[in-house]
Structures are given as C-alpha cells and as structure tokens.
C-alpha cells in the first residue's frame, strides 16, 4: 500500500463537475485576464479572510515581493523574519533591494520568536515578516506589539496557513498586509500558480493592483514601473469553487492530525504543539525525532511518501551567502533542520493510512532506543542552543 504525501487525484474527484462547470464559464465569458470571474473570487476570498480587500497575484512569492513594494520597502531598509520558512520569504525582500534579517524560532512552535525579533530591530528596520508556519499562526500578539512600539509593518506570510486563527482572528487579517499562495499543494490550491495579497488598508489594496498591473493607472498611462503579476480567470473561477470546502477540508486535516497525535503519544516522538488560542490548518504535519533519516528511510521502504520542511534553513542557503551567516547562528532552527519529518497529510487520509504510518514511524523511534528529547517547552533557547553543541 502505498501512501502518498499529498493526494491531489483524491480531492479532485469530489470536485469534477464544479470545476469544469466553472472552467466552461470563464470560456464562455472569454474574459481571461480580470474580468467577473476575478472580482468575484476576491470578493468571497476577502470575505473569508475577514478583510476588506483581497487582491489576485500571480503567486505567493509575488504577494509578498508586491506587497513590500506597496509598504515603500527598499534599498538600504531591514526586514527581519525567520530562517526556518520556505526560501520565497526571503527572496521576496531581497527582490525589493532590501535586506533580510533572519532570527530564531519558538522551539514549540516553530513560528519566530517574539524575543528575538525585539533584539534583532535596528534604525533600518522597517517590517517584520511571520510565517505561520505548517499550518499555525505565528504569536502575533508580541509580533504587533514591537511593531507598534518601533514604529514597523507586519507582513503575513500567511502561504501555508487560509483559515488558521490566532486568537479569533483569521490570518489575512492579522497584519498590515498578508500573502496567500494558491499553488497547487496549498490548503487552497489552483489548478496552476496562483497567489493573493490581503489587507484592511484601502491604499494598499490600490498599490498592489497598480503594481500587479505594469503600473497601470489607464489602459497607456504608467505611474510606476510594475509587474506583470495577475491571477488569470480560470485559476480564479478553480479557486472559488475550492473556497467553499476549504473550511471542511481543514476541518479533515485537523482530524487527521489527531489521530496521529494519538498513535504516536508515547512513543518519543515530537507531535505538533498548537499554541493557545490558535488554531492549526495542518498544511504539513511535522514530527520531530533524532534519527530522522533512519526513520525516513524505514517510512520509505514501506512505500510512505514524507518530505522534510527544511533541511537547510535559509541563512545557511547559498544563495544568501552575502548576508554572512554562520552555522550556529540560529539553533533552533538548525535543530528543527536536523531533526524534522513531515508525514503524510491531506484532508482525504484515511484512519488506516494513519494507523500504518504511525506503526513504522513508532517501531522506527523504538529501535532508535527512545533517546529521544522530552518536549521542548520545558526548554528555554539557551539550554536548547548548550544541546546543540551536544547531541546534534
Ligand atoms: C508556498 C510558499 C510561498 C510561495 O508561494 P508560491 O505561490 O509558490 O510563490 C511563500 N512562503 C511560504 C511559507 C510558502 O510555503
């Protein structure tokens, strides 16, 4: 048997008809770029997300990269985020001219660490970027308090995470601006690359669709150098009808997540720790164990598809080499690069499929010696940074 990381054919089955219902629609209007189909899914996705406007880009890594450009991020300015995220975060400050400033993670969450952003702030920094990561908001409480006392912009890198809450609170709503990714694989995917940028703030919304639109404010009048950056019609018209199960298909990764939860509770493994007041989306589901290329390999061997998110963190990447980071730099996120594992996780995982993985990721923990760490909250970074030097 064997079992995918995502299953993509799985959900698309349920939702055949909507789609191509939908798909025969924006070929009829024969509106392809803009038009009814795109308004309308801004329209339901803003909604969503409870935010006055959303607006389509061409992808995540857009979002953000626009979406700094409209705060006036640049040359000579700072953005400080986390090492431990998908290496479009940084990419896109670095489009902007600027410069990242990468911090350490919460070693229970994994999102950035409040404390170490507040010592990272310099008369340079202009914005923060959090990445709620796997599927959990970032503590954006903290977050928008430091902003608020250093005068900042907080971004939501909010690709892995439609529909997770901090606090009551949707992402997209949690900043002053945020960026969705629709790639694919995403909690809501297209049939395609696909992004959006959210906010509350009216300027904004008008900047990112300036900007998306090679600066356009008529047909032949430029103000700007922009982008061509749009969420073309059919991925928009795809995603509207995703929309509408989002919440159910979230709903499936939490219960998946549960079950994993239970069949890996004493068995030395790391489950997810989902912060108080938030909930998690389970984008990906991430363990954390010692051996973890043994255990991979054993998942692997008895057909089970994992991933690692991610074996290098970004301050160690070549291509930020410039920046001058050193191995040690940020432990906790070298530790979660050593000893990460992402299992399978989609809404469409069954309980057996669960069952199956949870046995050989436990036998493979057991024969591991259970020389596991406890759980890490009773770990403050300091100590975690003295067992780096030890056991990793
Ligand atoms: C997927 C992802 C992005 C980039 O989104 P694309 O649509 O692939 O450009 C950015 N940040 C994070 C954390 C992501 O997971």
Redesign the pocket.
Known sequence: MHIPFVDLKAQYETLKDDVAEAILGVLDSAQFVGGEALASFERDFAAYCQVRYARGVA???DG?HLALRALGIGHGDEVITTAH??I??AAAIVATGARPVFVDIDPDTYTIDPEMIERAVTDRTRAIIA?HLFGQPADMGPIKDIARRRGLYVLE?A??AHGAEYQGVRTGALGDVACF?F?PA?NLGAYG?G?AVTTNNAAIAQRIERLRDHGRTTHYSHAEIGFNSRLDALQAAVLQVKLRRLDEWNTNRRRAAEWYATELAQSGIETPFVREGSTHVYHLYVITTNDRDAMRTKLDEAGVATGIHYPLPLHLQPALEHLGYRQGDLPCCEAMAARSLSLPMFPELTRDQVRRVAAIARAAAEQDGHKNLQRKSTYSSAALQADVGKEW
Request: aromatic fraction near 12%.
């Open positions: 992808n995540g890594t953000l995220t998908f479009a975060t990445v890198d690709a892995q990714s790639y995403k690359d992004g």
